[in-house]
């Protein structure tokens, strides 16, 4: 049974899709949540969904590539919900489909800044608070995308890659004082990301179980890793793609 009374979890892009989804479950089991978004209007939508449930709720109006602002706001809301327990970092952007000789420098900053700069620094902002604590969840969301690659988008398999590094790295560095960091890598899901012109091919192409995930598919997840039953699970990258990254033995 899980059970999220006493907790505080901040979920970053948490105005739209996944993120929204995870703020609502945590909050039906008992969080009260920090929502992070630079969608002002969407974050604060979501808070009033949170308090709708009876749960607090805090916004951050920032973007997670703006560190010291996103930093500074996650240190307010520490002290406004008393403490954060639970870090889940899911803000990101969908890729603008390019070949490798058309990307250029801006694009692909913006990819690293948003995914694994924004990842980075909320992690370091929340790490004092838990490390004080003696304990605390870290769910980064990645995408099958930085597992099996995709052809047009080497700038989002790469920053998505880069944060299935940055959860193992950080499972080894955080085991002592037992933070636990894992990673979702989605396949597709039903939100404002996915172009609903072209599912129906791709879903046939690449998805055994013929569907796109819904949000609260990944927020099932997200709910266990952040849960005492996953006490023992740390550094691990769970796939939920309907079959999309299945390989042979
Ligand atoms: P979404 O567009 O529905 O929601 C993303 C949210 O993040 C939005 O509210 C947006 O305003 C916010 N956001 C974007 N950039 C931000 C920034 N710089 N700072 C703060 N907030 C920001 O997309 P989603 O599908 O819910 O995506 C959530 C995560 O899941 C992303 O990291 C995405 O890469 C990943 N993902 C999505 C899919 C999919 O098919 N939808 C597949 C694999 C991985």
Redesign the pocket.
């Known amino acids: 049974m899980q059970d999220f009374d006493g907790k505080v979890a901040l979920i970053?892009?948490?105005?739209?899709?996944?993120?929204?989804?995870d703020a609502l479950l945590l909050a039906d089991k008992g969080a009260d949540i920090v929502v992070?978004?630079?969608?002002a209007e969407?974050?604060a939508e979501t808070a009033d969904l949170v308090r709708a449930k009876g749960r607090e709720a805090h916004v951050i109006a920032?973007?997670?590539?703006?560190i010291a602002d996103?930093q500074a706001k996650i240190v307010a809301a520490e002290a406004a919900m008393g403490r954060i327990d639970i870090l889940v970092?899911?803000?990101?952007?969908?890729a603008d489909y390019r070949n490798t000789e058309e990307l250029d420098g801006p694009s692909f900053r913006r990819m690293v800044?948003?995914?694994v700069k924004?990842t980075f620094f909320a992690t370091q902002a929340v790490l004092p608070g838990m490390k004080a604590r003696g304990t605390g969840k870290i769910v980064n969301?990645?995408?099958?995308?930085g597992q099996r690659g995709n052809a047009f988008a080497p700038h989002?398999c790469s920053a998505?890659a880069a944060i299935l590094g940055l959860t193992k790295a950080w499972a080894k560095e955080f085991a002592p004082w037992k933070i636990n960091v894992n990673c979702i890598?989605?396949?597709?899901?039903?939100?404002?990301?996915?172009d609903p012109a072209v599912m129906a091919d791709v879903i046939a192409r690449e998805v055994p179980l013929g569907r796109?995930?819904a949000?609260v598919e990944?927020a099932y997840a997200v709910a266990y890793l952040a849960s005492a039953e996953a006490d023992f699970i740390t550094g691990q990258v769970i796939p939920i793609?309907g079959g999309d990254t299945i390989v042979g033995i």
């Open positions: 970053t892009g948490s105005g739209a899709g996944i993120g929204r989804a992070q978004d630079f969608n969407t974050a920032s973007d997670v590539a703006d996103t970092n899911n803000a990101g952007i969908g800044d948003v995914h924004g969301i990645a995408s099958n995308w989002y998505k890598a989605p396949g597709w899901v039903n939100t404002g990301m996915s796109e995930a949000p990944i793609n």
